[in-house]
């Protein structure tokens, strides 16, 4: 089965923790991305990577880290989780970096106490 | 500033009726716009995108969107909606050239009544 795939499903965690989301997509992509979505369903481009090289970097808190292994893989670290970290986590690939269509993952929701 | 707006957050129909879901862009070119959608419990999934040309597009699941450059907008169109088409909808505009950097609209939660 080619996809995008995200674990873990459900995370809840509480103030201060570490945490670690994974995303892994065989579609082959050269690009991978992650999209906060809060809670009012807005989704907002927080990192994208080419081939493992960082390509979009935006005005994320530095606590959110992405780590790529390989074109397959990208994975978020958040080092001290916050409140207002809560959310879904949506990993996304496309086989370019250009306009285009991207393949989302299902999600990683995250819930801060 | 917003580039994106769909003035209707939620939208109600009845099955088989005719569906409109509004997007309007802030842009002086011509940009890249797509329309994803997000069922319940999912990811993303495009439905179709704009670049050039016709200004009609068509997607899957009997969704078309028109382009107007005069209106700013690219409206989201189906004949007669299904109660599987319950879900959130999402206009979407392409930034940053050649980065894949997408800015989403809030979107439109759609809500079909059976």
């Known amino acids: 089965e080619t996809a995008v795939f995200q674990t873990p499903n459900y995370h809840v965690t509480q103030v201060g923790n570490e945490v670690s989301f994974n995303c892994k997509q065989t579609?082959?992509?050269?690009?991978m991305y992650w999209y906060k979505q809060d809670s009012k369903k807005l989704l907002k481009i927080m990192f994208s990577?080419?081939?493992?090289?960082?390509?979009v970097n935006e005005t994320v808190p530095r606590r959110f880290s992405p780590q790529s292994s390989d074109k397959a893989h990208l994975n978020l670290r958040i080092k001290s989780v916050e409140p207002e970290d809560s959310a879904v986590y949506l990993c996304?690939?496309?086989?370019?970096?250009?306009?285009?269509?991207?393949?989302f993952g299902p999600g990683t929701r995250l819930l801060v106490l | 500033a917003q580039s994106v707006t769909q003035p209707d957050a939620r939208v109600t129909v009845s099955e088989g009726a005719s569906l409109q879901l509004r997007c309007k862009y802030s842009?002086?070119?011509?940009?890249?716009l797509f329309w994803y959608v997000q069922y319940p419990r999912q990811g993303l999934q495009l439905l179709l995108k704009?670049?050039?040309?016709?200004?009609v597009v068509q997607g899957v699941n009997g969704f078309e969107a028109e382009f107007s450059k005069s209106n700013s907008s690219f409206h989201l169109r189906k004949a007669s909606v299904h109660w599987s088409d319950s879900a959130v909808y999402f206009c979407?505009?392409?930034?940053?050239?050649?980065?894949?950097?997408?800015?989403f609209g809030h979107g439109t939660i759609l809500r079909v009544h059976p």
């Open positions: 579609l082959g992509h050269d690009t």
């Open positions: 990577y080419n081939n493992k090289q960082l390509i």
């Open positions: 842009y002086s070119g011509t940009p890249y």
């Open positions: 704009y670049y050039s040309g016709d200004p």
């Open positions: 979407v505009r392409g930034t940053g050239a050649n980065t894949g950097k997408l800015t």
């Open positions: 996304a690939s496309s086989p370019w970096g250009g306009w285009d269509t991207q393949y």
